[in-house]
């Protein structure tokens, strides 16, 4: 009888359901004290000055670009291989985004061809870290120093780098802003949620850039709700046009438990990792993915598996086969351009060619901290009979 194996559920504990039903029964929940107690323990675990917690990662991105002032007629780089935030962050303030390859055999973006990417209108790049693992920073600056562009807002799509290692440290003070997503599948979650962090809070001659975001993700409005509702405090100014994608206490709340309990999630999730990177390692057709170096350490977001020598419609064979088994499998990420969207916008899968060998055949396998060891190895197992029999 074959087990039924999700891709990717929450791991909610008893903790964090009572965290939500105590914000529910405190009189006040959106934005306020849970929002903000939050941020202040982002910022510490992540080893940076400021955080703001949003509402979702894709506004992050998207209320950088705009307190920035980065619009139409300005260049922002990225790379095609990742989720629609990080280019539609751009599209949404009027620019089409350029895509940089990722490198040969790798998942992230290519230092080299960034250089020669990079235009008198660049105003910002958008590296990606992926599965967990973070884009070497350092190259990415040392880019921009060899270039004459450290005047480039150099922002970091970490939404799977939570609790990832660069150099010896958390991932979320390194580059300008890091942008981290908390949505239901990711390590931590808050339901639906993100995060900004950055340690310059003068950042580019800006006067109080956190004091610029807060009040970007509040409408442009000059005081939260909570602020208002004190008796006599009923005035306010809206200081710009804003967004609206401030987090509420109550997915805060939430947060806060799994920040609590993040290090042993962190720990299980190492353990399911290894299963898998134990059981193919040594199979021929198996690329394991990567967990660490002397420089990097995953958040064991991911597990992007690459079969060797197996085309897009073997892979999609195996999918097929595993969902057929109760193993549900996922693929990270089509490439932009393969998109509808991005075609219209005038984007090829051919100008991407790295990018197209990594999607064509990874399979991402089950990875979360409420999978049991004994699951993982059956997955392992499964995954190894239908490679087998297929290939």
């Not at 000059?222 to 809206?238: F, P, R």
Request: glycine share 6%; net charge negative.
């Amino acid at each position: 009888m074959n087990k039924k194996i999700p891709f990717s559920p929450p791991d909610i504990t008893q903790a964090e359901i009572d965290a939500v039903v105590d914000v529910l029964k405190s009189g006040w929940i959106t934005t306020g004290p849970k929002t903000a107690e939050f941020e202040k323990n982002i910022a510490e675990y992540c080893g940076s000055n400021h955080a703001l917690a949003l509402a979702n990662a894709t506004a992050g991105l998207e209320i950088l670009l705009k307190v920035f002032d980065i619009k139409k007629g300005d260049d922002v780089i990225t790379t095609p291989y990742t989720y629609t935030s990080t280019a539609s962050a751009a599209i949404h303030c009027g620019i089409l985004p350029t895509f940089v390859d990722v490198q040969k055999d790798d998942f992230l973006i290519d230092p080299e061809k960034l250089y020669d990417a990079i235009k008198p209108t660049t105003k910002a790049i958008y590296s990606v870290d992926f599965a967990g693992v973070p884009v070497d920073y350092d190259a990415i600056k040392q880019v921009l120093k060899d270039k004459g562009r450290e005047d480039i807002l150099l922002v970091s799509d970490s939404a799977h780098s939570f609790g990832a290692s660069y150099k010896g440290k958390k991932v979320g003070a390194q580059v300008d802003a890091h942008v981290f997503s908390f949505h239901a599948v990711k390590n931590l979650t808050t339901a639906e949620g993100g995060a900004v962090t950055f340690n310059n809070n003068n950042l580019f001659g800006k006067k109080d850039l956190f004091r610029e975001l807060k009040l970007m993700s509040l409408n442009g409005q000059s005081k939260d709700a909570l602020s208002k509702t004190k008796a006599g405090a009923w005035q306010y100014d809206v200081l710009f046009a804003g967004a609206k994608c401030n987090m509420t206490d109550i997915n805060a709340a939430i947060g806060l438990v799994q920040l609590s309990r993040y290090e042993d999630i962190l720990k299980k999730r190492k353990t399911i990792f290894d299963i898998y990177t134990n059981a193919l390692k040594d199979k021929d057709w198996a690329i394991v993915p990567f967990e660490k170096n002397d420089d990097e350490i995953t958040s064991y977001h991911l597990y992007p598996l690459r079969l060797r020598d197996f085309t897009e419609e073997k892979r999609n064979t195996v999918i097929q086969i595993l969902a057929e088994k109760g193993i549900a499998t996922n693929v990270h990420f089509t490439p932009l351009p393969m998109f509808t969207a991005y075609k219209k916008l005038g984007y090829s899968i051919d100008d991407y060619p790295n990018a197209y060998s990594q999607y064509a055949n990874e399979i991402t396998l089950p990875l979360y901290s409420t999978l049991s060891p004994e699951d993982a190895e059956y997955v392992a197992q499964e995954l190894i009979k239908v490679v087998e029999k297929v290939r």
